[in-house]
C-alpha cells in the first residue's frame, strides 16, 4: 500500500467545481488500489487575493515542495481583472511554477473518434491527431526582467523582457528528444529565429542538443506558421517543444483540435529522479471559465484526466492512470457529454453526474 499527499489548490471560478471531481476520482483509485491519498486543501489566486492580500502566500508553496504533487484549478476572473492591480491571481501560478522548479509543461493533444464531430475542424483534418506540446515554463516572456509599467517624461510606457539562457532551453530540448524517442521520433521546435534575438539563440541551442539524438527527425517552424500547420495539417506533429509565450498560445490552440479545452489535462513537472518521477503540479488547461462558473455544468474531464498524469508522473502509478483514462474513454464512447461536447440539440450531463458517470466505470 503506497501513501501519497496530494496538495489541492482549486482557485477561483470553476476550479472549485472541477477540482472535487478530481479528488473522487483519487480517492476511488485508492479505494480501488489500495492507496492511500492524503489531501490538504489551501488558497491561490483571487481566492488567495480575497483572504491573505497576495495571490499565494509563502507557506502554501512551502507545503507544496514537501506534497507528493499538487492538483490545482484555475485562477482568475473579472473581480481581480484590474489591469492597473499590483496584485493579480495569475502572480499565484507564476510563483508556483517558479518555486517549485517546474520548467516543462506537458499538454498532450489526442483526437476522440466519438467526439470529431465536436470540433470546428472538419473530421477529415482531425483525425487521428495525436500530439504533445512540451512548454518551457519558467522562463522567457512571464518571467524576464526588467518587467514594469512606467512613466517616462510624462508618457506612459511598459517593458516585457524575453529572457532565454542556454541551460533552459538544452532541458527542454532533452526532454524533448527523449520522449520524441519514446514516440515518432518527430521533434518540432517553434521559435521566431527570423526576428527575435532569444529565438535564435533557442534555435541554435535545439540544434546542438539534436546531434546527441541522431534517430529522431528534427524540424524548425516559426510560430506564425505554426499556429497556420496546427489547423491545416495537426497530423503531422508528434512533439513540439516551444518557449513560454509561444507554446502557451498553440497550446490554446491546439485544444480546439479536440473540440473543447475541457477535454485538455497538463503537467507541470521538474527534476525527475531515476525513476522518471518527481513533484509535478497538475491542472486542466480551461482555466477559470467565470461565465459558467457555479452552475454545475462545467466539463470535468479535463481535470479527471488530469489526475491520470498525477497518478503516472508523481506517483508512478501507470496501472491506475490507465484504468482512468479507460473509463474516461467508455463515457465519451456511450455517448454521454457534458455542454461544451454536446451536439446541437444532444442531451448532456452537469458536472457532478458526468463525474458520477466515469467513476461507476473506473471499477470495471
Given at each position: 500500500m503506497a501513501t501519497f499527499d496530494i496538495l489541492v489548490l482549486p482557485g477561483d471560478g470553476i476550479g472549485p467545481e472541477v477540482t472535487a471531481e478530481g479528488v473522487r476520482v483519487l480517492q476511488a483509485v485508492g479505494e480501488r488500489f489500495e492507496h492511500v491519498f492524503n489531501f490538504e486543501q489551501d488558497l491561490v489566486g483571487g481566492a488567495s487575493i480575497d483572504a491573505d492580500g497576495v495571490a499565494v502566500l509563502p507557506e502554501t508553496i512551502e507545503k507544496a515542495r514537501s506534497s507528493?504533487?499538487?492538483l490545482f484549478g484555475a485562477v482568475g476572473g473579472p473581480k481581480w481583472d484590474i489591469p492597473t492591480a499590483d496584485v493579480r491571481p495569475e502572480q499565484g501560478l507564476l510563483a508556483l511554477r517558479s518555486g517549485l522548479g517546474l520548467w516543462a509543461n506537458l499538454r498532450p493533444v489526442t483526437a476522440i473518434p466519438a467526439l470529431l464531430d465536436a470540433s470546428t475542424l472538419k473530421p477529415e483534418v482531425i483525425e487521428g491527431v495525436d500530439l504533445l506540446v512540451i512548454r518551457e515554463l519558467t522562463s522567457g516572456l512571464y518571467f524576464g526582467k526588467p518587467q514594469e509599467r512606467r512613466v517616462v517624461d510624462g508618457r506612459r510606457e511598459a517593458v516585457d523582457t524575453n529572457y532565454y539562457n542556454e541551460d533552459e532551453i538544452a532541458r527542454v530540448a532533452h526532454l524533448g528528444f527523449r520522449t520524441a524517442r519514446e514516440r515518432r521520433k518527430k521533434l518540432t521546435s517553434v521559435d521566431k529565429a527570423n526576428v527575435m534575438a532569444s529565438s535564435r539563440l533557442w534555435r541554435e541551442i535545439v540544434v546542438e542538443v539534436s546531434q546527441e539524438y541522431p534517430d529522431v527527425a528534427l524540424e524548425h517552424v516559426l510560430v506564425d506558421a505554426m499556429t497556420m500547420?496546427?489547423?491545416r495539417r495537426p497530423r503531422d506533429f508528434d512533439v513540439v517543444i516551444a518557449d513560454n509565450m509561444f507554446?502557451?498560445?498553440?497550446?490554446?490552440?491546439?485544444?480546439?483540435?479536440?473540440?473543447?479545452?475541457?477535454?485538455?489535462?497538463?503537467?507541470?513537472?521538474g527534476q525527475l529522479g531515476e525513476d522518471g518521477l518527481g513533484l509535478g503540479m497538475y491542472e486542466p488547461i480551461h482555466g477559470s471559465a467565470p461565465d459558467i462558473a457555479g452552475k454545475g455544468v462545467a466539463n470535468p474531464l479535463a481535470m479527471i484526466l488530469t489526475t491520470a498524469m498525477l497518478l503516472r508522473h508523481s506517483c508512478g502509478?501507470?496501472?491506475?492512470?490507465?484504468?482512468?483514462?479507460?473509463?474516461?474513454?467508455?463515457?465519451i464512447d456511450a455517448g454521454l457529454r457534458t455542454p461544451d461536447i454536446a451536439a446541437t440539440g444532444e442531451p448532456s450531463l452537469p458536472t457532478r453526474e458526468m463525474a458520477d458517470e466515469v467513476l461507476s466505470r473506473l471499477g470495471a
Open positions: 507528493s504533487a499538487v500547420h496546427l489547423i507554446g502557451d498560445i498553440i497550446t490554446d490552440e491546439a485544444s480546439m483540435l479536440t473540440g473543447s479545452m475541457g477535454m485538455l489535462a497538463s503537467a507541470s513537472l502509478l501507470e496501472e491506475e492512470a490507465q484504468a482512468v483514462e479507460r473509463a474516461v474513454m467508455a463515457v
